[in-house]
């Protein structure tokens, strides 16, 4: 695992953003395409608006796959993660394929099993991830399943997630946050040739300090991000005050 520690958000953002290109441009100019993994929310604001930027990456020749979304939501809601992609990314760049989880598919089951499907046949050469608050990697909140084959899951948010989602301002109330959501699973993450994960912000920090520097466990489920050989954390003052290493 490789720790990147920055003053802002901003630069933190950047500096991610940086990379991505790079592991993007590298692997087109290897294989003619790359695949991806597209996170959400609020801290992938920076990054993406850097790595949307970069007039280098020739997107279409990517593949971009969709890290989580909601059951029940419909993509018009502000806080459809499809809706977020579209303006934050899609619509910017316009990769040359796009998978989106259908959160509001009549059957989340079915809806996991196409995705399934179809991402069975690629190679994913990057993706990019967060940290939740309750350290939840993608939507698997603790205790995470770190077993499971299957590359999309359904699965239950726990109260702290749901807070989180209502404190950043996609919800008016915590009634309004879903109960489940479809979500790309711990070990279909963990299949990327490489790992970006980017996590700015002061409430972030415990998370990041018991996974990174504690147990390694369905309990602290990014955690198992170090034992990814390549995996790149990029945090800001904020997110790294509580580490006692900030080296890594």
Known sequence: MHIQVFETKVETGKAAARKAAELLKGAI????????????????FEFLEALTG?????????????????????????ASFRRYLKERLIDKVHPGEVYL????????????ERLNQIISRYDIDVAFV??????????????????????????????????????????????????????????????????????PDSRKAQAVKDCLEGEISPWHPASILRKHP????????YSSALLEDKNG
């Open 29 to 44: 100019a290897e294989k003619g395409r790359a695949a991806f993994i597209a996170a959400t929310g609020a801290s992938q």
């Open 54 to 78: 970069d007039p280098t990456i020739d997107w279409s020749k990517t593949t971009m796959f969709h890290l989580d979304e909601y059951v029940g939501l419909p993509e018009s809601h502000p």
């Open 101 to 112: 989880i259908q959160g509001d598919a009549e059957n989340p089951e079915a809806e996991c």
């Open 130 to 199: 967060g940290i939740g608050e309750n350290g939840h990697l993608a939507f698997n909140d603790p205790p995470a399943d770190f077993e499971t084959e299957k590359p999309y899951i359904i699965v239950e948010l726990d109260e702290k997630c749901r807070r989180q989602q209502l404190g950043e301002g996609w919800f008016a109330t915590l009634e309004d946050v879903p109960h489940r959501a479809i979500s790309m699973s711990i070990k279909q993450i963990m299949k990327s040739q490489a790992i970006i994960c980017t996590v």
């Open 230 to 237: 390549n995996t790149f954390v990029y945090l800001d003052k």
